[in-house]
């Protein structure tokens, strides 16, 4: 089993940076494809980025390519999402989660397709 804790967010006005930090422990991410995923108040959850277990593959929701990397750094054990040019729509709670995939360079869209989850970081984006 893996635990997943967030950090990184908070209240930043429109055009700012943030870069969101999910730390792992109990496994190692390596074995894991990633994801983010977000929820505003009011609306359902939805996929944001991912990246494969091997790192080679990424995507992105539309709405923030261009605007949003994801990447992992194995060795810290560690899955990181860069935001830049933020908005006011893009605040929400921004939640990590691992997925065991069966493939090394598969990204997994939909939530039920990720076994683990981390408890959330608030990103306040102010216009």
């Known amino acids: 089993q893996v635990q997943l804790v967030e950090s990184g967010g908070g209240l930043v006005q429109a055009g700012g940076s943030l870069r969101l930090s999910c730390a792992a422990s109990?496994?190692?991410?390596?074995?894991?494809?990633m994801g983010w995923f977000r929820q505003a108040p009011g609306k359902e959850r939805e996929f944001v980025a991912g990246i494969s277990r091997n790192g080679g593959s990424t995507d992105y929701i539309d709405s923030v390519k261009g605007r949003f990397t994801i990447s992992r750094d194995n060795a810290k054990n560690t899955v990181y999402l860069q935001m830049n040019s933020l908005k006011p729509e893009d605040t929400a709670v921004y939640s990590c989660?691992?997925?065991?995939?069966?493939?090394?360079?598969?990204?997994?869209?939909?939530?039920?397709?990720?076994?683990?989850w981390g408890q959330g970081t608030q990103v306040t984006v102010s216009s």
């Open positions: 109990g496994r190692t991410l390596s074995t894991y494809a």
């Open positions: 989660a691992a997925a065991d995939p069966y493939l090394s360079n598969i990204i997994y869209y939909t939530a039920p397709q990720y076994d683990y």
